[in-house]
């Protein structure tokens, strides 16, 4: 496991639950607004032994009631089944981040039961894909069939999509719509400048736009909801 980064505690990445949050390094996206763009390439240099975070979670076992596991892309990462079973044996839950590229991986993990709620970025409608996902030949089947998957099995889940004002329009929510229909949660989430975005040149929408974006995806989902701001 190439482990970039530890957040010991947070209440918001893991859902109702106290976690900590791993960030893995490598990505196969090139999002243009991505906030983490020092985790996407190989060389990312890992900043923490999965001895160190294992054992930090130990001690922390008490405290803590989940893992979140989020990147770069964490099913990039051959020891992740491993270290995944490494987390439960402690004793905590775990939550998967994912992008859906790898439909397999993502199949593995939640039926052995290794992965208790996953988060799917929909990163737009599916014609737009190549753009905000930064690879042009980008094959989308694979993102589908993750799609279709987490809509059939039994493990919870949401889709959420990081809006960018100059990248997204309601048509495109227009779309996302009927596609993701049937999901019980859905989140938009504000695009903000980190400092460490790929490109420069983004920024986030008015409460009122996010909310017109809402309104489109509501009648089509169980739960819509902006993550973020107060309304």
Known sequence: MKICGLQKTTLLDFPGHVAAT????????????????DLLGNDAPPAFTEEEVLSFLSKRSGILE?????????????DLESFIRRIRSIGLQVKLDTNGYRPDVLKSLCEQGLVDYVAMDIKTCKERYPLLAGIPSI?????EASVDYLKSCHIPYEFR???VKELHSAEDFQKIG???????????????????VLEDGFSGCTKEELLAFLEIVKPFVGQAAIRGIDY
């Open 22 to 37: 791993i960030f893995t390094g490598g990505c196969n996206f090139r999002c243009p607004f991505c906030h983490n763009s």
């Open 66 to 78: 989940g893992v979140a596991i989020t990147g770069g892309e964490p099913t990039l990462q051959p």
């Open 139 to 143: 094959q989308m089947e694979p993102i």
């Open 161 to 163: 999509t990081t809006v």
């Open 178 to 196: 009927p596609w993701i229909s049937g999901c019980p949660n859905y989140y938009l989430q504000n695009f903000v400048d980190s400092g460490n």
